[in-house]
């Protein structure tokens, strides 16, 4: 039943398998790289550049 | 081998081997012989021989011979007999202790304000005899620094520059992209600035030691009298965490040598902490973006070696469940 929507929907048509590889391998990089992100922030929070930066930043500049 | 075998055995054993070739043919004589021979080798006889036949002796010397020299091989020296040594556990240096650093754990990254601190210290106190010509004051920038206080740092320093249009040197204040101006133009200079002793670059010096940033640390705070009966030459100090115990760098970290802009107070301790904090980032500058990678890969590598697992499996399923049968033809023709 699942499987049948997903070939249907998805597998069937090349282009359509394709692009949702091309678009779901994106998706993930990105949502994986935000989550591992947030946990890293958190866990190291207060000892990177970012957290102390503004208070040496005059203007906007880096 | 051989030698566990006393000599009667062996004699016996080609009388053993050849009836058992032959049992097949001879039937039961040729078993009854077998039998006579196991209850012979087992008789006291058999015993005397083990002890006191020269193959045993043989082997014996050689197999204690052969583990003492294998154990002298592996441990150098063997146990239970005194030695005396002309140098002693202080040559090796004090084993520093284990300190946990803030970046220590498999998920911790640098602490940069102790970085940025280590940076003042290492500026204002290190700086005097030791380079640190790895790192360039760009490096600073959005580790410790803005790049605007970076370029400031920098054009405090004079470098030699050219030659210009006309084939001279000339003086220009630093750029960001210059390196760490050294402290003395040679390795001479800096041997003759310091009583012959040469003060190692710093930029991976953290790397370069047993116990690397625990031992650079205990070195900092660890200097104290010598004791009784340690003669200290003129102009070199005693540390006992340097093989050797005579350090030709004097002590030079004291409470409230630097003053922190950020209000931390400046401890001997809490400067080695934040300058060895320092040079550790200026040997491992990767380790931030190093050690999320690696978070990244282990999660990435055990999520596709987990899929692997199932598809082997899935694979392999009917193969290892089949059951094969034999049918045996039904023979008509009989």
Redesign the interface.
């Known amino acids: 039943m699942l499987g049948n929507t997903f070939y249907n929907s998805i597998v069937k048509r090349n282009s359509v398998y394709v692009s949702t590889i091309f678009l779901g391998a994106f998706t993930f990089g990105v949502g994986?790289?935000v989550a591992?992100?947030s946990f890293?922030d958190r866990?190291?929070q207060g000892?990177?550049?970012k957290?102390?930066?503004d208070?040496?930043?005059?203007d906007a500049?880096? | 081998m051989l030698s566990r075998l006393p000599l009667a055995a062996l004699k016996s054993s080609g009388a053993v081997g050849a009836s058992r070739s032959t049992l097949s043919a001879a039937g039961k004589r040729s078993a009854s012989q077998v039998r006579f021979a196991s209850t012979a080798s087992s008789s006291s006889g058999a015993f005397q021989s083990l002890f006191t036949s020269r193959a045993s002796l043989v082997s014996v010397t050689l197999f204690s011979a052969g583990s003492i020299a294998w154990y002298t091989h592996l441990y150098g020296s063997l146990p239970f007999i005194g030695e005396v040594h002309a140098n002693s556990l202080a040559d090796d240096g004090l084993h520093p202790g284990v300190y946990p650093w803030?970046h220590k754990g498999l998920?911790?990254?640098?602490?940069?304000?102790s970085i940025?601190r280590g940076f003042q210290v290492y500026r204002e106190v290190c700086a005097a005899c030791h380079s640190l010509d790895r790192i360039a004051w760009r490096n600073l920038?959005?580790?410790?620094?803005?790049?605007?206080?970076a370029r400031l740092l920098a054009e405090d320093v004079e470098y030699t520059d050219g030659p210009d249009d006309a084939g001279e040197m000339f003086q220009r204040p630093g750029k960001l992209s210059d390196y760490l101006p050294p402290p003395y133009p040679n390795e001479e200079a800096a041997r003759a600035g310091n009583g012959g002793a040469l003060p190692p670059d710093l930029s991976l010096i953290i790397k370069a030691r047993h116990g690397g940033a625990d031992y650079v640390f205990s070195l900092l705070t660890g200097y104290v009298d010598p004791p009784a009966g340690v003669e200290i030459r003129e102009g070199m100090n005693y540390n006992p965490y340097f093989p050797g115990g005579a350090i030709s760098m004097a002590r030079l970290l004291f409470d409230g040598l630097v003053e922190y802009e950020?209000g931390t107070p400046a401890t001997t301790s809490q400067m080695a902490k934040d300058v060895v904090t320092f040079l550790n980032w200026a040997a491992e500058p990767e380790l931030?973006e190093r050690k999320?990678l690696g978070?990244?890969a282990v999660?990435?590598f055990s999520a596709l070696f987990a899929v692997s697992i199932g598809v082997k499996r899935f694979k392999w399923t009917p193969i290892k469940n089949r059951k094969i049968i034999y049918k045996p033809p039904v023979d008509n023709a009989l």
């Open positions: 994986f790289d591992v992100s890293w866990w190291n000892k990177q550049w957290d102390i930066r208070k040496y930043v005059q500049d880096s | 803030p998920f911790d990254t640098f602490d940069h304000a940025r920038v959005g580790v410790s620094h803005t790049a605007d206080e950020d931030d999320r978070l990244k999660i990435l």
